[in-house]
């Protein structure tokens, strides 16, 4: 017997619509920062890196970390306003396939989960991706309140974000970003990528996903580079595209030693004579010079890039070239037999990877990148093979040309520069399926100088890694003869780890567990990361506050002397601290304290320090850091950046309070505040107390309650709780403490 429902559409309807709504909520494009290390970033759930592919001039300022190196470098000018030392364009990751038994590009399906896009981004959101979740864990081993962590892990990053969406293609992909503050390690972001085929193409309803085997799979890694915004807009006024990013001013490095690619701003303005953007301003170029400030007399020293730590082997397609029905790739034979492109096989029966190491212009629209990037019948950057003109000299290895059969890097256009990708594939996937990628995001103070690479030049295959000990001269006037002798590395090149080239070796050490040896073979190297390293004695917690006599106190509790880890570099000896007026530094040595030095530690037992210097007056804000530096020299990274305001602080105990002025006339408020002819202040105030003022006949005329840490941050604009303007006279106050303690006094208002 058939069975019939009756349904009330009126419910349905609300049913539908509340279950719509809270798909909507659950599919929010969110994103969380990398901000523990030298490098920020930001990490979005639909795929993208930093942000939606921009080259056009809305794409000038930014509210997030762009590649940003180093963090915290937003700086205001000469009355204008630089967003900093940004990096890129946006990034993102692309997959490609074609279902079974559907060969060819009119079949093929794409999801472009950011990095895509030419003047203005196009929208991955909805489109190609489909966010699910995105969490950030902080394993820090010192907390906020000064306690040591006891859910501390020494085998993990210090900072992990997991972003995860849904793609178009039906493949689920879980990207784990990892970050450290150790000096050696802070230079960049580790990426495990795992990419599973479970038919989810929206990301809430699987259901409506896709079934079947998906073949000819490609994974591609996209970035834009450009180093760096805060030295295109000094030189051009705006983050120049033509001319400047795009066959201009920056080319890009191929280190098939470390599978690094990285750009170098190589020329300014196309002159050769000055690279990495000096100043522009010769007087600002020797003051940044010769004091690290706005990050030094180079405005873009940078060389932003990533390496490839480990590509997936386990689902690539089997190729057979004279069976067809053992050939898992339905692109492979036609690629062969109809175009003569070169190729060659593992003993697995794998072509060599990568599939396409591609370097072009930042024009990463979709109909261009899509029909070229993963292609699987076609190798758009070229292949080494051995007879080729356009590659003589491959990179080498003790086991001869292990490049031949690989994608070749388009060195001839280095000079495009605005765009990088690597591409792996194909791969076979069946229902389930998982494949594995890990990639580090790297950037230094330039490349190892005089190390042999492909790029940075487009009429030969090889180049050098050029030097900072260079001349500089601007607008006719020689500032220096050799940058770095008379100038030295900016105070945020913080280790030993000073160039892309030594950031990537770290990369590998902390992926292996161990250096690497060279030249690396990421299909060799483990699916997930070891991330066993040497652990720098970590930071305290710091509090920073005002003094009653207008100094400045930095405490922290002696918790951290009880840090123990394995692999930990040494033991505590002493502790720096230091000033700035940028978040990015330079920083000034206030202070070295040994440990347990008697004269520093406090009644409570704590760590405390006065900084009585009376450069930083009344009124200014710095920027407070304290590092620990262990027995043989090594440093914390800077963790506790504390910005403070100097004030006169709160007293300890309540005693005399004063009115100011006394008496108030209306032509004698403060200055430099709104409204200040209408303003009375009270100083010798405890952190917390209640001021009650009263006429001179004892109505309560308003209360105020305070709570800071300073001498007074209330300013009364003589309002009574009826909200009525003050009128001339005698009036009384009474300030209570939470302890019951009182003081009392008399002010005059004359108007």
């Not at 950037?443 to 180049?463: F, H, L």
């Not at 019951?740 to 208002?749: L, N, P």
């Amino acid at each position: 017997m058939k069975k019939i429902y009756f349904v009330n559409v009126p419910f349905l309807v609300s049913f539908l619509f509340l279950i719509s709504n809270f798909v909507l909520a659950q599919q929010a494009r969110e994103y969380e920062v990398h901000d523990r290390g030298m490098l920020h970033e930001t990490e979005f759930n639909t795929g993208e890196i930093g942000r939606a592919w921009q080259t056009g001039a809305q794409g000038e300022k930014t509210d997030v970390p762009l590649f940003e190196w180093p963090g915290n470098s937003h700086v205001i000018l000469n009355g204008t306003e630089y967003s900093g030392q940004q990096n890129i364009l946006g990034a993102g990751v692309y997959i490609a396939a074609n279902p079974d038994g559907k060969p060819g590009y009119s079949n093929r399906l794409f999801a472009m989960c950011g990095g895509v896009g030419a003047s203005q981004p196009e929208v991955a959101y909805g489109r190609w991706s489909f966010p699910i979740s995105i969490t950030k864990i902080d394993n820090y081993p010192v907390l906020p309140n000064g306690k040591l962590n006891s859910n501390y892990n020494p085998d993990e990053a210090e900072q992990i974000i997991t972003a995860k969406w849904a793609s178009s293609v039906g493949i689920t992909v879980t990207r784990v970003s990892r970050q450290w503050s150790y000096p050696d390690y802070d230079d960049m972001i580790i990426y495990e990528y795992t990419f599973v085929y479970d038919g989810d193409t929206t990301g809430i309803v699987e259901a409506l996903g896709r079934t079947g085997t998906l073949k000819d799979v490609m994974i591609a890694f996209q970035y834009g580079f450009a180093p760096s915004m805060y030295g295109y807009q000094r030189e051009y006024g705006n983050w120049k595209y033509e001319g400047g990013i795009y066959r201009g001013d920056q080319n890009n490095f191929w280190d098939a030693r470390y599978w690094l690619t990285y750009n170098m701003n190589l020329r300014t303005n196309g002159d050769a004579t000055l690279p990495f953007k000096p100043e522009p301003d010769p007087n600002l170029f020797l003051h940044n010079a010769q004091t690290g400030e706005n990050g030094g007399g180079l405005n873009s020293p940078q060389a932003p890039g990533y390496c490839i730590l480990q590509y997936d082997t386990t689902h690539l397609a089997y190729v057979d070239p004279t069976d067809t029905l053992l050939n898992e790739s339905e692109a492979i034979q036609e690629l062969r037999s109809s175009q003569g492109v070169y190729y060659e096989l593992d003993a697995n029966h794998h072509i060599l990877q990568p599939w396409s190491n591609k370097v072009s212009t930042g024009n990463t629209n979709s109909q261009k990148e899509m029909l070229n990037v993963m292609n699987p019948s076609s190798r758009w950057s070229g292949v080494y093979s051995p007879t080729s003109t356009t590659w003589p000299n491959p990179p080498k290895a003790p086991d001869g040309y292990s490049w031949i059969g690989r994608a070749a890097y388009p060195y001839r256009q280095s000079a495009d520069a605005g765009q990088k990708h690597t591409v792996f594939g194909p791969y076979t996937l069946h229902m389930g399926d998982t494949l594995k990628f890990a990639l580090a995001e790297v950037v230094g103070y330039g490349a190892q100088p005089g190390d042999s690479v492909e790029g940075g030049q487009t009429i030969a295959e090889w180049s050098t890694n050029p030097s900072f000990n260079i001349p500089i001269t601007i607008n006719g006037q020689k500032v220096t003869n050799d940058y770095l002798k008379d100038f030295g590395y900016p105070d945020y090149v913080n280790s030993d780890v000073k160039n892309v080239t030594q950031v990537a070796d770290k990369a590998f050490t902390a992926y292996l567990g161990h250096e690497p040896a060279l030249p690396v073979w990421p299909e060799n190297n483990p699916r997930t990361g070891s991330y066993k390293i040497p652990i720098p004695f970590p930071a305290p917690a710091i509090e920073v506050s005002n003094t009653d006599k207008a100094d400045t106190k930095i405490n922290w509790t002696k918790d951290v002397e009880s840090f123990s880890a394995p692999r930990l570099m040494g033991q505590l000896a002493k502790f720096n601290i230091y000033r700035s007026t940028s978040a990015m530094g330079p920083w000034t040595l206030v202070a070295s304290i040994n440990k347990d030095e008697p004269k520093y530690i406090n009644s409570d037992g704590d760590y405390e320090y006065i900084d009585t210097t009376t450069s930083f007056k009344v009124g200014d804000s710095r920027f407070y850091s304290v590092t620990s530096v262990d027995e043989h020299g090594n440093m914390s990274g800077r963790t506790n950046i504390t910005l403070i305001k100097k004030d006169l602080g709160a007293v300890d105990k309540l005693g005399k309070v004063y009115v100011v002025p006394n008496p108030f006339i209306v032509s004698s408020g403060f200055k430099g505040i709104p409204n200040a002819s209408n303003v009375i202040g009270f100083y010798g105030l405890p952190k917390s107390c209640t001021i009650r003022i009263f006429s001179y006949n004892g109505h309560l005329v308003q209360t105020i309650q305070h709570n800071a840490p300073t001498y007074s941050d209330t300013e009364w604009y003589q309002i009574t709780s009826n909200n009525q303007s003050l009128a001339s006279g005698i009036y009384f106050f009474v300030v209570t403490a939470p302890d019951g303690t009182s003081s009392s006094g008399k002010f005059i208002v004359i108007k």
